[in-house]
């Protein structure tokens, strides 16, 4: 059983359009987050969820938007896509907190647009 | 706040020894260490808590130092499993956490 999973996978869309991605933990843990990580590697928190409430919530566009319907599961909606999106988003769970635990991460979405 | 890791690159023959460093420039509350493969998702290494401990498991051990916020990464004997992306992630309070820019380990037969 996969502990954290995200789909799709990949996705390659169009400048403008709006897409999803979902994420599903199954590991009981209480906080989920969405990170991006971009051509250099770099891993930036863009949101997180303590059983369904938003705790962090970074210097993102509000094209970008969270939502948990319930503490296994976080979904991360985009509209009007831009070039700069084209990142690997992952989402990852812990236990508790954002610094006590380690992180789960999912299997990330690489996004490409075009 | 983003730690500063070092070096951003190491190369090394299978059988050698690598130590990967994490500092910060604020006081910490944690300090974890991913792996990262290429293509792959950060896995979590270990996580190091406010009180200058050391962790390991098997070759890969980690020491932080509270009064210098700094942390170090140990891989001994080093096995070409061990090569991908070694990132850092230091924790200031409850909620403030940041991944450092990460350290690109290549492990060579």
């Known amino acids: 059983d996969t502990a954290v999973s995200q789909t799709p996978k990949y996705l390659v869309t169009q400048m403008g359009n709006d897409k999803s991605i979902k994420c599903e933990q199954n590991l009981g843990h209480d906080t989920m987050y969405w990170y991006k990580q971009d051509s250099k590697k770099f891993l930036k928190i863009m949101f997180s969820?303590?059983?369904?409430?938003?705790?962090i919530n970074e210097t993102v566009p509000n094209r970008f938007s969270p939502k948990s319907p319930d503490k296994a599961h976080l979904n991360l909606h985009i509209n009007s896509l831009e070039l700069g999106d084209s990142a690997v988003y992952f989402c990852?769970?812990?236990?508790?907190?954002?610094?006590?635990?380690?992180?789960?991460f999912g299997s990330g979405t690489r996004l490409t647009v075009v | 706040q983003q730690p500063v890791q070092s070096p951003q690159a190491v190369i090394l023959r299978e059988g050698e020894d690598a130590v990967i460093n994490c500092s910060s420039s604020k006081a910490l509350y944690s300090v974890h260490w991913y792996r990262q493969k290429h293509g792959e998702a950060p896995v979590f290494l270990m996580i190091?808590?406010?009180?200058?401990e050391q962790k390991g498991h098997d070759k890969i051990s980690a020491s932080f130092n509270e009064k210098k916020q700094q942390s170090s990464l140990y891989l001994t004997a080093s096995q070409l499993s061990y090569s991908g992306t070694y990132f850092c992630?230091?924790?200031?309070?409850?909620?403030?956490?940041?991944f450092g820019s990460g350290t690109k380990l290549n492990v060579k037969p």
């Open positions: 190091l808590l406010k009180g200058g």
């Open positions: 992630g230091t924790g200031y309070n409850f909620n403030k956490f940041y």
């Open positions: 969820y303590n059983n369904k409430e938003l705790i």
């Open positions: 990852a769970s812990s236990q508790a907190g954002t610094a006590n635990y380690g992180y789960t």
